[in-house]
């Protein structure tokens, strides 16, 4: 069995700080007296050892507020930037009490600039210790160290936002090993790589072999006698077990929480997913990386077009029907990768091979030009994709536009991929692209949309980077 050596490091993190607080101020001593930063000409030099006293003080004081204010307790899904501002908190109301101490104590020679470089250097240093620590969990999780089998109760609506969440954030250290569901029917259904494990009655069997880490029930409300039965049997087996409540189909980003004397008062708040205000930004930036990147999009344009044309006979641009937002047809312009009659055969294709028609992808397409399969690899196909950007049908980031062909065979709730505009890269294309079912492409499409951000465009157009480069499951 692997030792889970990031649940160690976090177990010694009030350790290490309280190391890394000492470290700080022995830089900022070095910085301050040896390299002579901010030091006046002729100002006496404090022996370190004045410090010890102060140096104590300020990692006490840093240790009990941060853990006060939630610093050490290991929570899922607490993002870097949060640590860090916690981290910021706590050496700041360190630094201040320590400052205050020493005007009481009123040493005869003392460098407050030195205090306050020390505190700067204590925020790096503690910050980076966080990355390490989160390099280390993830690559651990990887080797299947630290991670807990969940098991899904209930496939509705709540359930497929559940999924979306597990699937879009790997980091969490969640592996889906399978669903049920109160409709057999439904639960017999495998959904992407999850699979469909059945109805309720299976739960038993499977709690009995200890399949699952953790039981995760997302049922309607109005089942909770059944919750509970649920949940009893999983305290029975000693299995962890969590209830996801159905109210406002699970869109926390909408609920707003209020507290009267202990008791919570959730309200539903009145805008929407996406506001017209995160659009507008969403917009700015992307017509400001097309701005800046337009004298390398016009050379990989003029070079691709002039390949394609000694390449194969047909025209260089190709154009396409495809769904936007809420439904409204555009046409699509790409860089063509395929024979002129590529259309024509596809039915007769999917057909032939049983691919999903709801976005039939093959591997090995004949259809494919030998430019086509350079342009695709590379992505360079969608590079007029940036007309439809700047005509407002697209944006850089958003789901991939389906042809209307495909979104006939959705099901209702994959609709909901149709609820912003489509786009050149997506979240599952930064997942594994094309080897990703299509179920999941989804849920990872409506986790985008639900959970939209600068924060999360930006690391997808990141991530998009690499996997062009390496061409990882593109075809």
């Known amino acids: 069995m692997k030792r889970n050596w990031a649940h160690l490091l976090w177990q010694s993190m009030p350790l290490l700080d309280t190391l890394l607080v000492v470290l700080a101020f022995r830089v900022a001593y070095?910085?301050?007296?040896?390299?002579?930063?901010w030091r006046a000409v002729g100002e006496y030099r404090a022996p370190f050892d004045n410090y010890w006293t102060y140096i104590i003080f300020f990692a006490v004081w840093f240790l009990i507020s941060?853990?006060?204010?939630?610093?050490?307790?290991?929570?899922?899904?607490?993002?870097?930037?949060?640590?860090?501002?916690?981290?910021?908190?706590?050496?700041?109301?360190?630094?201040?009490?320590?400052?205050?101490?020493?005007?009481?104590?009123?040493?005869?020679?003392?460098?407050?600039?030195?205090?306050?470089?020390?505190?700067?250097?204590?925020?790096?240093?503690?910050?980076?210790?966080?990355?390490?620590?989160?390099?280390?969990?993830?690559?651990?999780?990887?080797?299947?160290?630290?991670?807990e089998r969940v098991l899904l109760v209930g496939a509705g609506e709540v359930g497929r936002t559940v999924l979306s969440s597990i699937i879009a954030r790997p980091d969490l250290g969640y592996v889906p090993i399978g669903y049920l569901d109160d409709a057999p029917e439904r639960g017999k259904v495998d959904m992407g790589r999850v699979r469909g494990l059945g109805g309720l009655e299976n739960l038993s069997p499977l709690l009995?072999?200890?399949?699952?880490?953790?039981?995760?029930?997302?049922?309607?409300?109005?089942?909770?006698?059944?919750?509970?039965?649920?949940?009893?049997?999983?305290?029975?087996?000693?299995?962890?077990?969590?209830?996801?409540?159905?109210?406002?189909?699970?869109?926390?980003s909408q609920v707003q929480i209020e507290n009267l004397e202990g008791i919570p008062l959730l309200g539903l708040k009145s805008e929407t997913r996406m506001t017209r205000s995160k659009y507008l930004?969403?917009?700015?930036?992307?017509?400001?990386?097309?701005?800046?990147?337009?004298?390398?999009?016009?050379?990989?344009?003029?070079?691709?077009?002039?390949?394609?044309?000694?390449?194969?006979?047909?025209?260089?641009?190709?154009?396409?029907?495809?769904?936007?937002?809420?439904?409204?047809?555009?046409?699509?312009f790409k860089f063509r990768s395929m024979v002129i009659d590529a259309d024509n055969l596809?039915?007769?294709?999917?057909?032939?091979?049983?691919?999903d028609?709801?976005?039939?992808?093959?591997?090995?397409?004949p259809r494919i030009t030998r430019v086509g399969k350079l342009l695709r690899r590379t992505s360079l196909d969608e590079l007029p994709n940036l007309i439809n950007v700047l005509r407002g049908e697209m944006?850089?980031?958003?789901?991939?536009?389906?042809?209307?062909?495909?979104?006939?065979?959705?099901?209702?709730?994959?609709?909901?991929?149709?609820?912003?505009?489509?786009?050149?890269?997506?979240?599952w294309q930064v997942s594994g692209r094309s080897k990703i079912p299509f179920e999941e492409q989804v849920l990872l499409d409506?986790?985008?949309?639900?959970?939209?951000?600068?924060?999360?465009?930006?690391?997808?157009?990141?991530?998009?980077?690499?996997?062009?480069l390496l061409g990882t499951g593109a075809y």
């Open 66 to 147: 941060s853990s006060l204010n939630g610093l050490y307790r290991d929570r899922r899904g607490r993002s870097w930037y949060e640590e860090v501002a916690r981290t910021i908190n706590g050496a700041t109301n360190a630094v201040v009490v320590t400052m205050a101490l020493s005007f009481l104590l009123q040493p005869l020679v003392f460098s407050r600039l030195m205090l306050i470089m020390a505190t700067i250097l204590v925020v790096g240093f503690l910050s980076l210790l966080r990355i390490i620590y989160r390099l280390v969990r993830q690559y651990l999780r990887r080797l299947g160290v630290g991670v």
């Open 208 to 252: 009995d072999r200890h399949a699952a880490d953790l039981v995760i029930v997302a049922l309607p409300w109005d089942a909770r006698q059944r919750i509970m039965e649920i949940v009893a049997r999983c305290e029975q087996r000693g299995i962890a077990s969590r209830v996801v409540p159905d109210l406002f189909q699970l869109n926390m």
């Open 346 to 355: 596809r039915d007769d294709m999917i057909k032939q091979t049983g691919a």
């Open 395 to 427: 944006s850089l980031v958003g789901p991939r536009p389906p042809m209307p062909s495909e979104v006939v065979n959705y099901e209702p709730w994959m609709r909901q991929r149709l609820n912003t505009q489509p786009g050149l890269t997506c979240l």
């Open 281 to 332: 930004i969403k917009r700015a930036l992307d017509l400001l990386i097309i701005i800046v990147g337009m004298p390398v999009i016009a050379l990989l344009g003029l070079v691709t077009a002039i390949a394609i044309r000694l390449d194969s006979p047909g025209p260089v641009i190709f154009r396409q029907k495809r769904v936007g937002k809420e439904g409204h047809l555009f046409d699509v």
């Open 30 to 37: 070095w910085l301050r007296y040896d390299l002579e930063v």
């Open 357 to 365: 028609p709801r976005r039939p992808k093959w591997e090995n397409d």
């Open 446 to 468: 409506i986790y985008y949309i639900e959970n939209w951000s600068v924060g999360l465009e930006l690391q997808i157009l990141l991530k998009t980077i690499p996997q062009v």
